[in-house]
């Protein structure tokens, strides 16, 4: 730390993301990428785009505003794109919450929240996971505060209908709910419908995971119109300009391909289900996941030993040192390939056990 830090931010511990090593070649499956490439006309489409990097970005992103908009069925006002889905929140914590609207979210959820309250000086709570991981909606009921949700919830997979989300947004008139749905494309329900009907609902989403565009930096955030002129102008406050014009160009082909997204997603759903019984046939204990990773225990091997002989065998996946989760690995699904890699790995190493 220099001697010149802010004294505002000198007890912030940072969010960690997870490792990229670079040190030999990995099966990566430790950060909820898409292990399949983005559609042809994606890459296409940054390579016209490249043309015209000497000007900025259309600010308004018009265009993408405009398709997502269409085919999410609301209005061009009720969506703001963001730079990843991680600056939508973080702008969310900025608008809505303070000294007098802290922040709630549970216990074991996406680690971001609790760095987005540290860094904009938000009180918040974390409320336990029931024992089984599942988030008891009762819990978050007029809470006169501002309300973050993952659904799915990271890193267990597990989701809450549509309903019981509408339960929390209606027992919380008086406070914003945010529901995350990075990753809701692989068999959640989305809420987005439910903006119509209550101006306390923001919705964020991300074309990093189902949309394979993670190294692009996409998000976007979804409200009443009063809600998102409010977060316009904390992005009008920090970075204007903050999709650059080869993401906003992938975007759009993204949309334009969404044949090729569907197909991706039920791949990986597919996917999923084959690991999950994989695991299970060796004795894995797991979360029923309706995310793009599964959340799995073995009662012979230790949480963070498994991480690391996978990780020597050279197969990454994420762990977690939080005490109620260490014993679990939060495991990406990639190609089917890649998850007959990991299980034939895993075999091994637990024959090696004793
Ligand atoms: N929400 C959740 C629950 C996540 O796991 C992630 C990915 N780390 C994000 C949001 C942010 O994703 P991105 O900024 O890539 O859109």
Do not use: W
Not at 125 to 142: C, H, K, M, Q, V
Not at 154 to 168: C, D, F, H, K, M
């Amino acid at each position: 730390m220099s001697r010149f830090f802010s004294e505002k931010y000198k007890n912030l511990t940072p969010y960690t993301p997870g490792e990229q090593p670079k040190d030999m070649k990995y099966i990566k499956l430790n950060t909820n990428e898409s292990p399949f490439e983005p559609h042809d006309a994606v890459r296409q489409a940054v390579e016209n785009a490249a043309g015209s990097l000497a000007l900025y970005p259309d600010p308004e992103c018009r265009e993408l505003t405009a398709l997502l908009a269409k085919q999410l069925g609301v209005d061009t006002e009720e969506v703001l794109l963001t730079n990843g889905s991680d600056e939508i929140l973080n702008f969310a914590f900025m608008a809505f919450c303070d000294k007098s609207h802290p922040a709630v979210f549970p216990d074991i959820t996406y680690g971001f929240y609790s760095v987005f309250a540290q860094i904009n000086g938000v009180p918040y709570s974390e409320i336990p996971l029931r024992d089984d991981f599942t988030i008891g909606i009762n819990d978050y009921f007029r809470s006169g505060k501002t309300v973050f949700i993952a659904n799915p919830n990271a890193p267990t997979g597990i989701a809450l209908t549509v309903s019981e989300i509408e339960e929390i947004i209606i027992n919380n008139s008086e406070s914003v709910v945010v529901i995350d749905e990075a990753y809701v494309d692989f068999g959640g329900e989305s809420c987005i419908p439910l903006i119509k009907k209550y101006d306390n609902l923001l919705v964020t989403g991300t074309f990093s995971k189902s949309r394979s565009m993670a190294g692009a930096r996409l998000g976007f955030g979804i409200g009443c119109k009063a809600l998102i002129q409010d977060l316009n102008t904390i992005k009008y406050s920090t970075n204007p300009y903050n999709i650059n014009r080869l993401t906003l160009a992938a975007g759009t082909a993204s949309l334009n391909n969404n044949d090729y997204t569907v197909q991706n997603c039920r791949t990986i759903i597919e996917n999923r289900q084959f690991t999950a019984e994989q695991l299970q046939k060796l004795g894995f204990s797991l979360t029923e996941s309706s995310a793009n990773f599964v959340f799995a225990k073995h009662p012979k091997i230790s949480g963070k030993e498994l991480y690391l002989k996978l990780k020597k065998n050279g197969i990454l996946v994420r762990h977690f040192d939080k005490e109620k989760i260490s014993e679990y690995n939060r495991i990406t699904i990639g190609t089917k390939e890649q998850m007959q890699a990991l299980i034939n790995e895993i075999k091994k190493i637990l024959e090696e056990q004793v």
